[in-house]
T-cell receptor, first 113, second 111 residues
Framework: DTAVSQTPKYLVTQMGNDKSIKCEQN?????MYWYKQDSKKFLKIMFS???????INETVPNRFSPKSPDKAHLNLHINSLELGDSAVYFC????????????FGNGTRLTVT | GEDVEQSLFLSVREGDSSVINCTYT??????LYWYKQEPGAGLQLLTY?????DMKQDQRLTVLLNKKDKHLSLRIADTQTGDSAIYFC???????????FGTGTRLLVSP
C-alpha cells in the first residue's frame, strides 16, 4: 500500500525519558513534516524537511530533534519528556511542489505520565 | 501571521445538508483545503480549491470561496452518520509548503 506510516501508534512513557517516533513514506515525495495535535484537536506544524534538509522549524523546544536519514524517512526524537508533550503527533508528506496537498499518517498518541 | 478560524461544533440530522464555515486571514493563500479526521485516525484530504475559483463541486461536497471576505465553506449534501467527524480547513500560508490548519469543526450526525 502506498502510504505514510508511523510507528508506534501508541507510546506511553514517564517524564524525563527519551523516545523516538518513526515515519516512512513510499509515495516518492520530497517533503516531509511533523505536526502536533493537542487535546483540543488544534494542529500545529513543528518541522518540515525537503530532500533531507530542514526548511521549517516552528520554535519547537530543542528537546525535539527531527532526523531525516533519507527523503523517505523523517523520525522525531524527544529528549527529557514532559507532561505537556502528551499529544498526537502526525507525520505527513507532499511532493514539495507549490501548493500540493499533504498526505498524513495515522498519528502516534504519546502519553507522558 | 496566519490565522484560520472555524466554529467548534455542528449538529445535523441524517439526510440534511451540513455547512461548515471557515475564515482565514492570509490574503496570499493560493490553495485552501478541507480535511476530515475520524476518531483515532489521521487526516484524510477531502477536497481543495484554488483561490481564483468561487466554487468546486465533488459529488456530495460543495466548496464555496469568497476571497474578498476570506471565507470558505464546505457543504455536505444528504449528510450520513458516517460523515460524523472533525473537519479542518487549511491554507497554504506564507513560506514553503506550510499548511496552516483551522481549529476544526466537530460534525455530529444523528439518525
Amino acid at each position: 500500500d502506498t502510504a505514510v506510516s508511523q510507528t508506534p501508534k501508541y507510546l506511553v512513557t514517564q517524564m524525563g525519558n527519551d523516545k523516538s517516533i518513526k515515519c516512512e513514506q513510499n509515495l516518492g515525495h520530497d517533503t516531509m513534516y511533523w505536526y502536533k495535535q493537542d487535546s483540543k484537536k488544534f494542529l500545529k506544524i513543528m518541522f518540515s524537511y525537503n530532500n533531507k534538509e530542514l526548511i521549517i522549524n516552528e520554535t519547537v523546544p530543542n528537546r525535539f530533534s527531527p532526523k531525516s536519514p533519507d527523503k523517505a524517512h523523517l523520525n522525531l526524537h524527544i529528549n527529557s519528556l514532559e507532561l505537556g508533550d502528551s499529544a498526537v503527533y502526525f507525520c505527513a508528506s507532499s511532493p514539495g511542489v507549490s501548493n500540493s496537498p499533504l498526505h498524513f499518517g495515522n498519528g502516534t498518541r504519546l502519553t507522558v505520565t | 501571521g496566519e490565522d484560520v478560524e472555524q466554529s467548534l461544533f455542528l449538529s445535523v440530522r441524517e439526510g440534511d445538508s451540513s455547512v461548515i464555515n471557515c475564515t482565514y486571514t492570509d490574503s496570499s493563500s493560493t490553495y485552501l483545503y478541507w480535511y476530515k479526521q475520524e476518531p483515532g485516525a489521521g487526516l484524510q484530504l477531502l477536497t481543495y480549491i484554488f483561490s481564483n475559483m468561487d466554487m468546486k463541486q465533488d459529488q456530495r461536497l460543495t466548496v464555496l470561496l469568497n476571497k474578498k471576505d476570506k471565507h470558505l465553506s464546505l457543504r455536505i449534501a444528504d449528510t450520513q452518520t458516517g460523515d460524523s467527524a472533525i473537519y479542518f480547513c487549511a491554507e497554504i500560508g506564507t513560506g514553503f509548503q506550510k499548511l496552516v490548519f483551522g481549529t476544526g469543526t466537530r460534525l455530529l450526525v444523528s439518525p
